[in-house]
């Protein structure tokens, strides 16, 4: 199972499902991540907090403890 978190800078994957419960996986379903989107992965901070990714056509800023809830492929 590979996360947002492993993914590295420059690539581009798909969104297989969203881990987590609640609040928390409301949340990022509410920035567009969802199931079968495409994400870039445009950044990754030195110490790998945050990431920054472009989903949907916007650039979005996600702590590392969230991209571990996205599984991609």
């Known amino acids: 199972m590979q996360t947002l978190k492993g993914v590295k800078c420059g690539q581009t994957?798909?969104?297989v499902k969203l881990h987590g419960e609640g609040a928390v996986k409301?949340?990022?379903m509410d920035m567009g991540?969802?199931?079968g989107t495409d994400v870039y992965v445009r950044?990754?901070?030195?110490l790998g907090d945050p990431v920054e990714v472009?989903?949907?056509g916007?650039?979005?800023s996600l702590r590392k403890a969230d991209a571990e809830m996205?599984?991609?492929q």
Do not use: G, S
Not at 43 to 46: C, G, L, S
């Open 70 to 72: 996205i599984e991609v």
């Open 33 to 35: 991540i969802t199931k």
């Open 13 to 15: 994957v798909r969104v």
């Open 26 to 28: 409301r949340r990022i």
């Open 54 to 56: 472009t989903v949907r």
């Open 43 to 46: 950044k990754v901070a030195p």
């Open 58 to 60: 916007y650039e979005l």
